[in-house]
């Protein structure tokens, strides 16, 4: 009925319930013991995460159907029991085959056995950084204990903050004895899950700039140190016949090498340590070829301009003034 009565609200497209909603910092997590799979007492017992739902809770929070069905109205706590997997739960227990109508007990091997009716995708529970774990999804109605909910509504136009006061008017008017505790955007919570990455994102950008200026620097220094020494050498080029042109080729070529050796050695080493940052990767493999190219790119052209001004310097040398001094 409460559920029903959010519905009613002219704004909202669909309203459901979770006991922990994804990117909370806490989890329930019990012992599975999935059909087909035997444990001795004394094997180490794996286990999944436990989520209770209320019936349309994929559709609103849409979350993608893989097989199956999802809950509906007609499961109740007097009908089959039944629950729904995700996406990792199946292809940990049942790799290539199908994990619905297969059997599964939670927390002990004498518990009720519940049928495994649908399977659902991945969901981050824990931020983007980690890799989606196995997960069991309970209808509230059927686990038979007390728990929080966590009211989780879509909206219309998808502004949430906006609506949430016709929301909170339905539910006092449906009890007012219900309490609401908090008021959040999915949006705001997944960006506070991903604070710890967005701050080393922040940091190593940060010092990676450092790095890149301070680069850039040394790279110009040395460039120009080196090419204000062979200066004498490019004046006796041009005066036994060399152009301009051939002169700044011939010091761009030879300021590129290290350069170009430098890269060379950070993208091996990039590779080789890339796998120190997968925690703090989303979608992005540490030696992902397209960034490796992508920074290899900015790093050259920022070597190519700190080079560009010496070299353009040797192609403007006067010929007189340098062989006065030789």
């Given at each position: 009925?409460?559920?029903?009565?959010?519905?009613?609200?002219?704004?909202?497209?669909?309203?459901?319930a979770i006991h922990i909603a994804p990117g909370r910092p806490f989890n329930w997590a019990f012992n599975v013991y999935p059909?087909?799979?035997?444990?001795?007492?004394?094997?180490?017992?794996?286990?999944?995460?436990?989520?209770?739902?209320?019936?349309?809770?994929?559709?609103?929070a849409r979350i993608e159907l893989v097989g199956g069905r999802t809950f509906g109205w007609a499961d109740r706590h007097d009908s089959e029991p039944v629950v729904i997997v995700n996406r990792a739960f199946a292809e940990r227990w049942w790799p290539g085959e199908t994990a619905v109508d297969r059997q599964l007990r939670l927390s002990s091997t004498t518990a009720r056995p519940h049928r495994i009716v649908g399977i659902v995708d991945d969901v981050r529970q824990f931020g983007f950084g980690r890799a989606p774990v196995p997960e069991v999804?309970?209808?509230?109605?059927?686990?038979g204990s007390a728990t929080g909910q966590t009211l989780v509504v879509r909206f219309t136009d998808g502004d949430a903050v906006a609506h949430a006061g016709g929301v909170r008017d339905a539910i006092h008017a449906f009890d007012p004895l219900v309490v609401v505790e908090d008021v959040e955007s999915m949006a705001s919570i997944l960006g506070a899950s991903a604070a710890t990455t967005r701050f080393l994102a922040f940091v190593l950008t940060l010092f990676g700039g450092f790095a890149l200026a301070l680069g850039a620097v040394g790279v110009f220094g040395v460039t120009a140190f080196s090419i204000g020494r062979r200066m004498p050498e490019f004046g006796v080029r041009m005066a036994l016949g060399s152009s301009r042109q051939g002169v700044v080729g011939a010091a761009l070529l030879h300021a590129a090498r290290p350069v170009v050796l430098g890269l060379l050695i950070g993208l091996v080493l990039a590779v080789g340590?890339?796998?120190?940052?997968?925690?703090?990767?989303?979608?992005?493999?540490?030696?992902?070829?397209?960034?490796?190219?992508?920074?290899?790119?900015?790093?050259l052209s920022v070597s190519t301009a700190a080079v560009l001004g010496p070299v353009l310097r040797a192609g403007a040398v006067d010929l007189v003034r340098v062989l006065s001094r030789s």
């Open positions: 009925p409460l559920l029903e009565a959010v519905s009613a609200v002219p704004e909202v497209a669909g309203a459901s059909e087909g799979h035997e444990y001795a007492d004394r094997e180490v017992r794996e286990t999944a995460n436990f989520r209770a739902v209320w019936p349309d809770y994929f559709e609103t999804y309970y209808l509230h109605e059927q686990w340590t890339g796998r120190l940052l997968e925690s703090a990767l989303y979608q992005v493999e540490p030696s992902d070829p397209i960034t490796l190219v992508a920074v290899a790119a900015v790093l």
